[in-house]
């Protein structure tokens, strides 16, 4: 399919990649309702690992089937979906080539005790991205934790070789741990460095979480409030993370976090798209509800990303 | 052996998957007196690894022999007989191509000290699986430990390179650790999610605890009382568990745990079948009886699942 | 993108296929103007290899350049473009993502004597076409040479190779050499025969020439007639050879050969499509035309298709 | 399932071997109408290769289709079913668990001169039966081909990875090319020294020509005639080809041939069991006929087998 | 170094490359007197191999020394230099870092009968390449010997592995052998399709030689008549063995063949620049003249590249 102008101008920022890389990300920008702009919602379904089943699907019991979350992604008209290996496979065969999937390869579950350490499972690998025809892996960090350094190795291994093999990587940023307090997983510091740290490890696509005003780091708020950075609004957080991210340079979607009102999802839809982000990743807001009802949202969400709303 | 349309449904689920590990599903499935049914009955014998030989056979000093567990399967008409390398080698000439083996490729032992953490060590590979004709692999993992990390990245690795073989994987998924009460280990918000983290992982047949009605989660107590979940019974305790596999698109075998009164057994037995599970996994309750008792108990056993009792 | 019904039957054929190598080939089937039908018009770009560049591209001398093969694949609308190695470099960066591309990974060239045997030099990987963003690697082999073992051996370890990376092999299979006369390389036994050997090779899609009604094999000239094989038409032909690519279970394009009068192109395609053949891959018919001309003819072959015609 | 004293004593044979390579030939051997009686009846389809898809099919054109042969054989109550990869492939899903297939993995074809010399190409590995679920391996050799020592080292390699994975080894023993006369293929001595060439590579199932009373070797003649050995009826050429088969310890079936009367068929059948061998594998004069046919004169074999005719 | 835009703009033409690739590829193209022009001088010493020492070094004794070659392509300012590996390695040290090197990585030589074919053996590795700082690798293939196929199966893979650790490969396509006649090593078509089959095997560089106005193949005649390729002139054949490789897309230097007057040479790098080829690859008619002259006539022809003369 004929890539739009906006579309060519996001890949060329991916310069050090090869054609294939280039190619599944030109499949996830030219995919669903969004093909052409540059825009991005993504469908994420990982809920069931980190937060057990009951608390991802009780709440809508047919997202306890795999199926219905291709059949979402794909009636939406959204990007791409992400799950980890079983939900995907178990899909996989019915939906082939049907809508871009990306193969979360590592995954948080609820049952570690503190003394664990915030840490994920390597569940997956590059080859069965390949086998099930994935657009992309996707890999969890936790800048924050004393596990990070593992963390971080572990994913430039992984996505070395899946780049290798025409795989974009996308990574989830998510600042939790040893080093960071409640506050400062949302701080805005916090997340425009979690953006860098994932683009500095390679990331073609960056995950992190809309922020708040606050500034977790001491020498952080000194340069912060000495230079001026606008941070009061979730637009100017968005644009000031979108600088983070190789001034734009790479994609940056941003997670919804935990189910609530449809407005709210909407006012942050509209600030990623006035600051200039790449769209959303929205998991539970979505399969948390009726069907009809993530339909319609997801719809709303799309016409916004498209500046009609 | 021309198999079921029962059979053949629950084959389809398993859709990402190669001819090989469908045809060794079928193998099982189409084994003994169940054939057809798309219900099972197995056989493991891993105890003498976890809780040593007097305390697992001395009740039933024939069960130290290897040739004893082969024999009661197969005469027993059972669909699969599970145990550790050592076990399966000292009768797999003798048995060869008459009863479905599955290898336990890791294991637990009680001379652990606490500070060891919950684990178990892989004492078997794919390749031996292959040579001994075995028809899948078995693995368990302790959701709940600190170590979970290392058995699920243990796990994913072995069930990729099984499954490119042919090999399916049934995980025990059984919680236990730091990070979860005694109580907690049998609890129905526990044993959902273990059966949800075995299918993520990828595992073709899933093996868990029945539970109790005990919630153990903080987080997950309060969506199963909003959303009004029926955990009542055994029966309902059941369905939710194959909600969490998949909706039902695993097998799901339960386990009898310690040996009890055989109506017990055959109570918990109506329980699994009428809540939609596809059978026991039953290895005390049966060889530390004698080889009398333990045939007519499991006579009984799959006569309660081909509904008949 | 969702993908037709009709498109979902031919992916149900390629049932030994992991979700990759369906994914990659719905793809296909999926892009351009025939998409959803079920038909394919590929455009091939390796007679420059075969035959020398200014017997290939004098005609039309903006076909020295790479770039401007991938434009026509895009601009007409077609399912696929396929080229050699140096050639699909040349522009996969600019095009990534934007026509499926199908790596061809053997070439033959006009250099060798007749000494040297009708045979192909392997000039790509497997990882080249992951590398490049491949929807497929394409293959020929010469039935009736003297080297087709040698042949059949590389393609059956490379289709291998591809197939377990999600990657579906394209099979051209083109009789000659010693055990073929001129007018048997074109004989309808010849053709139908060449099918069935892709087809036992593994091929995803096949490609043969269309034949003549000459039968080349006395013995099985003597089935023929004694059958009464209908091979007097061509779109008879068609479907002879549909049959002998399992009974239509797999893909069979038609090559048009040396570039010819459009009512020609047209007739055949006509012949195809009535007698449920799955398209044409159309070379020098193309590239040796000025654009205009090229694109108004691909046009009217997909109309053709379409049935429109 | 149980296998029977016979099966047993015959899997003791193969004492060298593994429990995986056992368990497979006790698949085979408790399969279908003759389980447990240690004959078999095996359905090979490779003719499309070997002889184009016309000569092989067009006399029954449904057995264009590779489904049909899989029903045939299951319908058949047969023991297995032996194929080329992409005939395998194309129905394996379907019939996963349902038959035990034989990957055959080289085939010849009728492509090539004489100067090519009598060989086949290596179409298939040892991962594609893993992979494909198969039962056994299948390889043809030409015991008096210029090019039967890289058949024989092409076979043991192959042989060698196979078994280590617990897959048996069949091989198609068919003498033919530079070192045999048209009469010699057939001849009793050159049929025992093929069965003999074939048990020393460590066949596990062995498939020879049912042979004539001539004598092809001059050293070998004189030795038949000084020792009487009997081979004047075919029960007897039979019974001395067992002899070669390591006196017995290796599963001998016998090939039909040609299509031929139904009377031919069954005669053969009752010289091969009163000979002593362990069956028959009958392509063409299965797959040439209407089902319905086909149907009945394997059934009446499988009677002869069990010695009720 | 900054590197000009027209240096740019031929980077630009290697979309498919990595970014090692293309570095090593600047250097080249950046270094000596030539550098940013787009032009190159390379100085080539591999014929002591093919056609040994005497006849290569004996009319400027000084030139038995590897030492003499590296200096004389550091003080006349060209662009690179190429040799066998042991030529290389035996001023590797001295000259580290001073002057791009190409590592010729296969050879020919005197010494074979005419039996033996047209080849060379393969002498050097792409791990000998990066040890010893190389710029590049080089290797020679004949199109038309009987060899062929083996020479461009060896070059396919030499290149992959190169590419992937960016290494640029220069092909050295010189016509001989089988199928070619002594007229025909050196005729138009001949040269454009080296050219071409060089461009489509991947080089990055391609080497070919002048050529005359001789038309050798019967079907190419006919093209060149029919379209009008004008071939009369030198320059106007330079010109069309730009278009044949990739109508410019690849750089291609040419070779000046025996030694010969200077105006001759002179007059052929006019023709080289006025074609839009890139330049000149000349050893014989460097070394095998006294330093003074040899810089002086290196000289002039930069200055001709240079368009100063």
């Known amino acids: 399919m004929k890539a739009t102008r906006t579309v060519k101008r996001i890949l060329d920022n991916y310069e050090g990649d090869n054609p294939g890389v280039k190619g599944n ?144 990587t996308v990574i989830w940023s998510y600042p939790r741990g040893e080093a960071v307090s409640k506050d400062g997983e949302t701080a805005i510091d916090i997340a425009a460095y979690a953006a860098q740290i994932a683009a500095l490890l390679g990331a073609h696509i960056i995950k992190i979480k809309l922020s708040t005003d606050h500034l977790e780091l001491g020498e952080a708020k000194k340069v912060y409030e000495a230079q001026g950075i606008d941070v009061a609004s979730q637009t100017a957080r968005v644009r000031h993370c979108m600088q983070a991210a190789f001034n734009g340079r790479r994609i940056v979607v941003f997670s919804g976090g935990a189910k609530k009102g449809e407005n709210s999802v909407y006012d942050d839809a509209r600030a990623i798209r006035d600051g200039g982000g790449n769209g959303s990743i929205i998991g539970r807001n979505t399969f948390q509800r009726p069907r009809d009802e993530a339909l319609a949202m997801l719809g709303k969400l799309v016409d916004i990303y498209k500046g009609a709303d």
Chains 1, 2, 3, 4, 5 share one sequence.
């Not at 990306?102 to 503190?114: E, F, G, P, Q, V």
């Open 25 to 168: 990300l030109c499949r996830m920008l030219m995919e669903g309702r969004l093909r052409g702009t540059g825009k991005m919602v993504i469908l994420p379904v990982d809920q069931g690992f980190e937060h057990g089943p009951a608390r991802s699907f009780a709440a809508n019991p047919e997202a306890y089937d795999p199926h219905y979350h291709y059949q979402m992604a794909i009636d939406a008209g959204l990007n791409a979906y992400a799950a980890p290996l079983g939900m995907l496979e178990a899909g996989a065969d019915t939906f082939a080539g049907q809508i871009p999937t990306i193969l979360k390869a590592n995954s948080a579950n609820s049952l570690m005790s503190d003394t664990a350490g915030k840490n994920q499972a390597v569940t997956a690998s590059v080859d069965d991205a390949l086998r099930l025809g994935c657009a992309a892996i996707g890999f969890t960090i936790y800048p924050g934790s004393d596990m990070a350094i593992d963390m971080f190795e572990e994913i430039s291994a992984l996505r070395e070789e899946a780049a290798a093999k025409g795989i974009p």
